[in-house]
DNA sequence: AATATATCCAACCGCACAGAT
DNA sequence: CATCTGTGCGGTTGGATATAT
């Protein structure tokens, strides 16, 4: 189609924003929410294009932000969602609260990478670097469909999630919705991940079990920062905050209120199946 | 002290996707 | 069905700051 950039408009100002605009979207998005981005600059009396003003709320106004360094805790859980799930930061910004995507590029960027090839880790397989070399081919497939078949449950996940929220939405909180509507998405993901296992994911390549040691078991990451920020936020906090409505996939879940436990706990299950089929250390 | 180089990170850009028309 | 619009995502850039020479 190739449209121009949304800030190319004559007047739009871009870089560095002040502290009168982030006043100015602070104060509008409190009063109005933030409704739609496109429109907000000209309603807050801003001369951003909506993208802008987007991007300055979700990196950096927003008020659950968590500033300052990243925990120990917080890089190891970087670390191996990022050999569960590659560069999909939004993904991971997911499971560590306070954080944004942007935050976790830049510092997997200038600081994980490094780490990681000082290691001896390739950061994009997370394969030690010399055994990646000295692997036979059949092993070095095997890996690869490990991280492969993990990235496609990770997904199946993800769309269950989206599926949820969007049938949710339409339910209007219907008692028996929730089941209902993730318990096929779950059969077919244990479905797909369990026969994934018995061919080519139980077999786990030497370079996996090295690398597992180095940065521990990238499922039980996923439980435990699961279980710490809940994939669904809670549903009464968010009414207070009248964040409600908006438009991020795990966000949109919280139409299905009060069912929420019993749609972590199915989640809960589905992952309890996969640390039980898995032989990591 | 001056300059060069490295590092960090906020912000931009382009693309893809979903929903609306 | 095709097109348009708004949004979200990942990759990249460039200015500010820190460190080395």
């Known amino acids: 189609m190739g449209r121009s950039s949304c800030c190319d408009n004559a007047g739009?100002?871009?870089?560095?924003?002040?502290?009168?605009?982030?006043?100015?979207?602070?104060?509008?998005?409190?009063?109005?929410?933030?409704?739609?981005?496109?429109?907000?600059?000209?309603?807050?009396g801003l001369r951003r294009c909506g993208k802008s003003c987007r991007?300055?709320?979700?990196?950096?106004?927003?008020?659950?932000i968590k500033r300052g360094k990243f925990s120990s805790d917080e890089e190891h859980t970087i670390i191996q969602l990022h050999?569960?799930?590659g560069n999909r930061w939004s993904a991971i910004a997911g499971h560590l609260p306070g954080r944004t995507d942007n935050e976790i590029k830049n510092y997997w960027n200038t600081h994980v990478k490094k780490k990681l090839a000082k290691a001896g880790v390739d950061p994009i397989t997370h394969k030690p670097v010399n055994l990646?070399?000295?692997?036979?081919?059949?092993?070095?497939?095997?890996?690869?469909?490990?991280?492969?078949?993990?990235?496609?449950w990770e997904s199946a996940r993800m769309e269950a999630e989206a599926r949820l929220g969007r049938e949710s939405k339409l339910s209007t909180f219907s008692a028996s919705a929730l089941p209902q509507v993730l318990m096929p998405c779950l059969d077919a993901v244990s479905d797909s991940m369990f026969s994934g296992y018995t061919?080519?994911?139980?077999?786990?390549?030497?370079?996996?079990?090295?690398?597992?040691e180095l940065f521990g078991d990238p499922v039980e990451t996923l439980m435990s920062s699961a279980s710490r920020v809940p994939v669904v936020p809670d549903f009464d906090d968010l009414r207070e905050e009248g964040s409600i409505g908006r438009s991020t996939e795990s966000e949109s879940c919280v139409g299905a209120g009060e069912h929420m436990d019993e749609y972590s706990n199915c989640w809960d299950q589905v992952l309890d199946q996969t640390q039980a089929h898995l032989s990591w250390n």
């Open 83 to 85: 050999a569960l799930l």
């Open 55 to 64: 991007l300055r709320w979700i990196n950096y106004l927003r008020p659950d």
């Open 12 to 44: 739009l100002k871009k870089g560095p924003w002040t502290p009168e605009e982030d006043k100015k979207l602070l104060a509008y998005i409190k009063e109005h929410d933030h409704g739609s981005w496109h429109s907000l600059p000209a309603k807050a």
């Open 199 to 212: 061919t080519g994911f139980v077999e786990v390549s030497d370079s996996t079990e090295i690398a597992s």
């Open 132 to 152: 990646a070399f000295s692997l036979s081919g059949t092993h070095h497939i095997k890996s690869n469909t490990n991280l492969d078949h993990m990235a496609q």
